[in-house]
């Protein structure tokens, strides 16, 4: 799929909502400044909005490698594992701990080994035009089914 504007872009984030639920994970493929992080900023304000909270600033978590944001009775676990150079590291966060009870969002999750049976995987990629992506998701165990078009 091809996306044309940010309002197109936003328009599919309005769809990964319909379906996200807690403990959902989504994978964010994707070179640099490509969108992901646009992409969870448009999920995550979307989530604010249809539970009736005011939207606040998403930002990019490479330095800080998280951040979390509560939306009323769940929490949205935004990671960026660009700096990290292994899967112990990974493991070492514990982003898939059973206590903690999240959505997570990974840009760059290639170094997970094991990933969750029940995940999204969101690929974005430049067009030749400048202003243009291609997005493409395939969907695992509860999100098989998941179609954005």
Request: hydrophobic share 35%; aromatic share 10%; glycine share 4%.
């Amino acid at each position: 799929m091809i996306i044309k504007s940010l309002d197109q872009l936003n328009q599919i984030s309005l769809k990964v909502t319909q379906k996200i639920s807690k403990l959902d994970c989504l994978l964010l493929f994707g070179e640099i400044g490509v969108g992901k992080t646009t992409l969870t900023r448009a999920i995550i304000n979307n989530l604010q909005n249809q539970n009736n909270q005011n939207e606040t600033e998403i930002l990019s978590p490479t330095y800080n490698i998280v951040y979390d944001y509560e939306i009323n009775s769940f929490k949205i676990m935004h990671y960026d594992l660009y700096r990290l150079k292994t899967d112990k590291e990974v493991q070492q966060l514990g982003i898939f701990d059973q206590e903690i009870n999240s959505v997570k969002i990974i840009e760059w999750p290639e170094i997970i080994k094991n990933k969750p049976k029940d995940r999204l995987e969101i690929y974005l990629a430049y067009k030749n035009e400048q202003d243009l992506r291609n997005i493409e998701f395939k969907g695992f165990g509860i999100w098989e089914d998941f179609n954005a078009d």
